[in-house]
């Protein structure tokens, strides 16, 4: 383990979910998404609490992150929304339900079952809007029903798209659109099976700028770790983890001497620096190198000296009593994950999903 820690407090993700139930009319159901290791965090104490807390579903990228769910006991229903051929059985044998997004991954599923004995298999399907990437094309919807009609093993529940830009208010008549072409093709399909299903389209951002088109079923990841998107709304919610990384080492250099590889960086002053614990094979960007980013100590802003290596980063700490042992937060409620990701350029998704094992988890547990 490096010395390096992610406090995750699942009171303010309690917090955090009736924040974003309270957004939503009472009916609708709320899916949370813990794929990708619940944006690197935990995805088994992420879906326990969120069971706990009242989630309808969860949902993940990929079957093996479905499965792991399974394994750990989670029972409620688990949506996979980019599942592979090979994966139809898994889905079937641990109660999963499959996100159809191609003709070909329907097709297949179809002929398996029913050349099978296997149960059937609950499907969502997955209605290309405009986001161009998972989903079924308009053109196709007609070869869809024809798939779906005269058998019973692949049972559509719900119909779902993507929003391709609900974090940007400007573009919201794209969302609008996007909504509106999703309509259409829903009802073209309950026309010609008789039938209504529920629907979902909304990720975090497009619960709050897109509240009227919430359907059934939204689907939240970001906004449950506190981070919405949207400038108006982030206040309202909290920060669920914060990192820290604990100061190994302080000492100090003279005016002129070099810092880290490559000479990263050359002391102007004399200076007094410390070593933090934590490097990019933790998830410390390298970009965040050369006072491209701070870390704090208290109040203290630290900036980061030269590059960061695998293990450790150097920050200046010539205006601070810290010494060694000590530990500084990389991001918190205040210096948030999505403020240091601005900064270079990126967006907190992409820093949370990349704190890697190496780091330790530490919970606050509901009932504490
Ligand atoms: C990841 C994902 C979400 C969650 O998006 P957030 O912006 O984190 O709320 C919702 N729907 C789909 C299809 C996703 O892939």
Not at 9 to 35: C, E, G, P, W
Not at 256 to 275: H, I, K, P, S
Not at 331 to 349: E, M, P, R, V
């Amino acid at each position: 383990m490096s010395q390096a820690k992610l406090q995750i407090d699942f009171k303010v993700l309690a917090h955090n979910f009736s924040y974003l139930k309270s957004q939503l009319r009472s009916s609708t159901k709320f899916m949370a998404i813990v794929k990708a290791n619940a944006y690197g965090s935990d995805a088994v104490m992420w879906s326990q609490t969120l069971e706990a807390l009242g989630a309808d579903y969860l949902a993940v990228a990929y079957c093996q992150e479905a499965i792991a769910l399974r394994d750990a006991g989670i029972n409620i229903p688990i949506l996979v929304f980019h599942p592979q051929k090979e994966d139809l059985e898994n889905l079937v044998n641990y109660d999963l339900e499959a996100a159809i997004y191609s003709l070909e991954q329907l097709k297949s599923y179809r002929d398996y079952l029913i050349k099978s004995d296997k149960a059937h298999l609950s499907i969502h399907l997955n209605i290309n809007t405009g986001l161009n990437r998972l989903g079924i094309k308009k053109e196709d919807i007609s070869k869809v029903i024809a798939l779906l009609q005269n058998q019973n093993k692949l049972r559509l529940k719900w119909l779902m798209s993507h929003l391709a830009a609900s974090d940007d208010l400007a573009q919201l008549s794209f969302s609008e659109d996007q909504a509106a072409a999703f309509e259409e093709v829903c009802h073209s399909i309950e026309t010609e099976l008789n039938q209504a299903f529920k629907k979902h389209l909304l990720n975090s951002s497009g619960i709050f700028s897109l509240t009227h088109k919430q359907y059934d079923m939204v689907r939240s990841g970001i906004a449950l770790h506190g981070y919405s998107n949207l400038e108006h709304i982030d206040p309202h919610l909290k920060v669920v983890a914060h990192l820290k990384a604990k100061v190994t080492q302080v000492f100090n250099i003279s005016k002129g001497e070099y810092v880290g590889y490559n000479f990263g960086f050359q002391a102007g002053n004399d200076m007094t620096l410390a070593t933090v614990a934590m490097g990019h094979a933790d998830g410390i960007d390298r970009k965040f190198g050369q006072k491209q980013n701070q870390v704090f100590f208290e109040d203290t802003a630290l900036p980061i000296l030269g590059n960061i290596c695998m293990d450790m980063f150097m920050v200046d700490v010539s205006n601070t009593q810290i010494k060694a042992g000590d530990w500084v937060s990389i991001f918190d409620a205040q210096h948030n994950a999505d403020l240091s990701a601005k900064s270079i350029g990126t967006i907190s998704y992409e820093l949370l999903c990349a704190i890697s094992s190496r780091v330790e988890r530490e919970f606050i547990l509901l009932e504490n």
